[in-house]
């Protein structure tokens, strides 16, 4: 008998419990279907695809078209800057004019071309790994490779050998958004010059570099941006006649629609990663730091869906 | 006694389904937001709506993830998240509320309707009054409605930088279909 009651009773209270959990209320049944969702990718970790050096782990999306132009101006002080070149202003130390097509919305094509010993590139980045906004994927992951081929010659015999004058860049970049405000990326980078540059004995053909760099929003649109690069090459961190410096930028970050505009200090000369890693030889101690700036603007190149022709400005 | 306790038992097993709620189900409301601005009309999708509807207290609930909305363009569909939705933040929009009318939904029809709630987009909550309909068509429901929100009233920010890029004031259209919920599926 009282075996009989005690399951009565549990029965009884499983069938209340049953009933508050799995149906009546029509919250709780709205909870449980929005538990269905997946988890998203955590989108625009940065705004561009490039910060000031750095590669991010943003691709084009697909049909979308990225135009570049990159401008790295002279010295500010130092021996090439003040007043007379108003303050680098006069100079350009390198310019870099480039595109990137998304051909799907993780992989894009990438092609440029830089003042700075006339390198031609190209070369592509895949977004491999996205983060997730649930932490089960923490971090995001993307891989570019680059080929880049100086065409002209720099010194009457140093090209002779036509391969001489290809370099390569393999780089692995991993991105943490860490708010809304806080993006840091690391990047783990091969690069190999044919005829490494500048050339003087011992410099190596083959190196490693790491670059970190981060982004600070203040605003929506406005944040500020750090980047920071270092070669793990004994020829660079021991020479001293040149001596070479870690490549530094600081800057500002604003997005107007579909520009992303760029301005920033740094004291490398190059824009391209096969020449900023390897032939940075300005110091920020010597004044040897320069204005520089990119504009990155899209292009969304896809099929018009809009049944309303009205002009397109993103 | 015994006996008893299987009548107390057997009573309170038949109350707890006596009455059960009409609870009616859409998993894939379709929501559209239009904004024909100045320079350009922008249009965001979702199929991935959900809704419930108690069709016997009236009770309606509306949720949708932000990024579930797909646009055209991919930096516009960044933009809704990142800078006017901040979807990270506020991942979802919901309206909870009561439809006045409670039609029949025994009876084939259509039926116009008015919603009041709570409308919360952008983490802002908006008291509501929503007009709609309902037709039933052998116990499946189509719930559409066409609405402005204000994005002012959301405390969604339109920065002048963009140039009147979207409008003030978005049209959302939703449909959603319904089917009876079965509290209780037969396996």
């Known amino acids: 008998m009282k075996k009989v009651c005690i399951a009565l009773v549990l029965l009884l209270a499983g069938q209340t419990l049953r009933a508050q959990t799995d149906t009546s209320s029509a919250d709780a049944l709205m909870s449980s279907l929005t538990a269905e969702d997946k988890p998203e990718d955590v989108i ?48 350009s130390s390198d310019i870099f004019i480039g595109f990137e097509y998304g051909l799907t919305d993780n992989l894009d094509l990438q092609f440029g071309r830089s003042k700075y010993e006339q390198l031609i590139e190209a070369g592509f980045k895949y977004a491999v790994l996205h983060q997730k906004a649930d932490g089960s994927m923490p971090f995001s992951l993307a891989l570019a490779g680059k080929m880049g081929l100086k065409p002209y010659s720099v010194n009457t015999d140093v090209f002779d050998d036509y391969t001489n004058r290809i370099n390569y860049m393999a780089q692995a970049i991993i991105a943490r958004k860490f708010s809304s405000k806080l993006s840091v990326l690391v990047s783990p980078t091969f690069v190999r010059n044919n005829l490494p540059f500048p050339f003087i004995d011992g410099n190596e053909k083959d190196y490693i570099a790491i670059s970190a760099a981060a982004r600070y929003k203040i605003t929506k649109r406005f944040g500020l941006v750090v980047d920071y690069a270092h070669p793990f090459s004994s020829f660079r961190n021991n020479s001293t006649n ?54 990155s603007r899209m292009f969304d190149l896809g099929p018009k869906h809009n049944k309303n022709k009205k002009q397109s400005n993103y | 006694m015994k006996h008893l306790l299987i009548l107390l038992a057997l009573t309170s097993s038949l109350l707890g389904q006596q009455a059960p709620p009409a609870l009616y189900v859409s998993k894939n409301a379709a929501i559209t937001l239009y904004s024909d601005a100045p320079m350009e009309d922008i249009e965001g999708n979702s199929t991935d709506g959900k809704s419930v509807y108690n069709a016997s207290t009236g009770e309606l609930a509306f949720n949708v993830a932000i990024r579930s909305f797909k646009f055209q363009k991919s930096l516009m569909q960044e933009h809704f998240n990142e800078n006017y939705m901040e979807s990270d933040k506020y991942p979802q ?23 009041t709630g709570v409308l919360e987009a952008h983490g802002v909550k908006q008291q509501r009054t929503i007009k709609g309909k309902i037709n039933v068509n052998n116990g499946k429901l189509t719930m559409t409605s066409e609405f402005m929100v204000k ?16 409008a003030e004031t978005l049209k959302i259209t939703v449909t959603a279909n319904y089917t009876a919920y079965n509290k209780n599926p037969t396996k």
């Open chain 1, 44 to 91: 625009a970790s940065f705004k561009a695809t490039r910060l000031i050096f750095s590669q991010t782990t943003e691709t084009v999306k697909k049909h979308n078209l990225n135009f570049l132009v990159t401008h790295r101006f002279g010295d500010i002080a130092g021996s090439e800057g003040g007043g007379s070149t108003l303050f680098g202003l006069d100079n």
């Open chain 1, 242 to 295: 040149p001596k070479f410096y870690d490549p530094l930028g600081v800057g500002i970050e604003v997005e107007t629609g579909g520009h992303v505009f760029t301005l920033n200090f740094s004291n490398s000369k190059a824009i391209s990663e096969m020449n900023f890693l390897s032939d940075t030889q300005s110091s920020w101690d010597k004044g040897q730091y320069r204005l520089g700036f990119t504009i």
């Open chain 2, 93 to 115: 929009a919901s309206f909870k509320g009561k439809i006045t009318e409670k039609p029949d939904v025994t009876v084939n029809g259509s039926y116009p309707v008015t919603a």
């Open chain 2, 151 to 166: 994005c002012a009233d959301h405390k969604i920010e339109i920065p002048k930088l963009v140039f009147q890029k979207i």
